[in-house]
């Protein structure tokens, strides 16, 4: 039923999912939290736990760019060739879940390891509220291009089917609750 009203009503049932499930009262124009907003909070964060994440991030990272597909071509006779090129996403979505602790391995785990996969656009999805200083900063040293302030469900449906606020996006990642889940699922 979440899924059917965001693909019909779009930015009006993420208002009133917002409210509903998230008590935000959000407008379409709160849905994206500007990036210099999130580095502000981000800013809060104390140096040893920045370094931290940043530690995290590169080793991850590093995993990632070791281990990813390469491209590769070979000639089977004169005039036939055969080989493989891969080629990144251009804009997924990652989904953060919110709650009691902030999920800065959430983020280093799907955000960072589409940056080292050479995605061009990386959305976060996190319900509204989740402002963790730690989630704010791993989210910008992952190369989060936009934060949505969206959650659950309602949120996972928006990043999929799009909203006259919210482009669409390939593929969505990342941890969630049973509905989440299942939500990712019908909307694969």
Known sequence: ????????????????YAAK?????????????PLSEAK????????????????????????????????????????VKAGEKFTPMER???????GTAPLVSTVIHTAGIAKAAGVKEIVAITPPGNTHPAVMYAMLQAGVTEICRLGGVYGVAALAL???????VEKICGPGNAYVTAAKKLLY
């Not at 693909?7 to 009006?12: A, I, L, N, P, V």
């Not at 997924?92 to 919110?98: A, D, F, H, K």
């Open 92 to 98: 997924v979505g990652v989904y953060i879940p919110g």
């Open 21 to 33: 499930f998230d008590r935000a009262q959000l407008t379409p124009a709160d849905f994206i939290l």
């Open 40 to 79: 502000k909070i981000a800013d809060r964060l104390p140096a040893a736990d920045k370094k931290a994440i940043r530690q995290a991030l590169a080793q991850v990272q590093t995993f990632a760019k070791l281990t990813k597909p390469r491209n590769w071509m070979m000639t089977i006779r004169r005039g």
């Open 162 to 168: 799009g909203t006259q606020t919210l482009r669409k």
């Open 1 to 16: 039923k979440i899924i059917s009203r965001v693909k019909r009503y779009k930015d009006k049932a993420l208002v009133e």
